[in-house]
T-cell receptor, first 113, second 114 residues
């Protein structure tokens, strides 16, 4: 059973456009929601993370929007660049427990110059 | 370099052979996690250590898999009697408990079982 559902599976965006990736979860015990970026042949790298006490977090061109009641969160990449082309994973964990991450299935982002 | 390192980066083996992977976490990180990632999927949790204690194991970790973290520093993941279905990227991550959820991943070991 997939604990975190992610969409879309792939996304093509023009340079300068906004990339939006959505995730949903069921387990209300989750209290930590990170996004990871992964390039081919590399391990995932933490991009940005949010906890349920806030509805939005922004770091540079990356913003997480969090809707606790809907159990959904999304990643927005503003002014998308070709260098952002990668696979993005949302994840969730119970930070006070083992904190093992449950990952979504990934979104392959391609930014066209 | 103070990141998570993993060795080897690639491993090709024949079905039935045993393989062992090593992970060196970020210095002083007391938590260490192993994940497995198959093509086109997100990483899946296998097991984790807090210091030298293995505290949780996923159902994915069959009895052919064993992990150790002697002295709470580096960790090894061994797969005995490998099967073609074991072909995947094996990822290691570490975290400092006081830093909350932030896990830092290594580059992974890609295993191909022929």
């Amino acid at each position: 059973q997939q604990q975190v559902k992610q969409s879309p599976q792939s996304l093509i965006v023009q340079k300068g456009g906004i990339s939006i990736i959505n995730c949903a979860y069921e387990n209300t015990a989750f209290d930590y929601f990170p996004w990871y970026q992964q390039f081919p042949g590399k391990g995932p790298a933490l991009l940005i993370a949010i906890r349920p006490d806030v509805s939005e977090k922004k770091e540079g061109r990356f913003t997480i929007s969090f809707n606790k009641s809907a159990k959904q969160f999304s990643l927005h990449i503003m002014d998308s660049q070709p260098g952002d082309s990668a696979t993005y994973f949302c994840a969730a964990s119970i930070e006070t427990g083992a904190n093992n991450l449950f990952f979504g299935t990934g979104t392959r982002l391609t930014v066209i110059p | 370099d103070t990141g998570v390192s993993q060795n080897p980066r690639h491993k090709i083996t024949k079905r039935g052979q045993n393989v062992t992977f090593r992970c060196d976490p970020i210095s002083e990180h007391n938590r260490l996690y192993w994940y497995r990632q198959t093509l086109g999927q997100g990483p899946e949790f296998l097991t984790y250590f807090q210091n030298e204690a293995q505290l949780e194991k996923s159902r994915l970790l069959s009895d052919r898999f064993s992990a150790e973290r002697p002295k709470g520093s580096f960790s090894t993941l061994e797969i005995q009697r490998t099967e073609q279905g074991d072909s995947a990227m094996y990822l290691c991550a570490s975290s400092l408990m006081s830093m909350g959820g932030t896990q830092y991943f290594g580059p992974g070991t890609r295993l191909l079982v022929l």
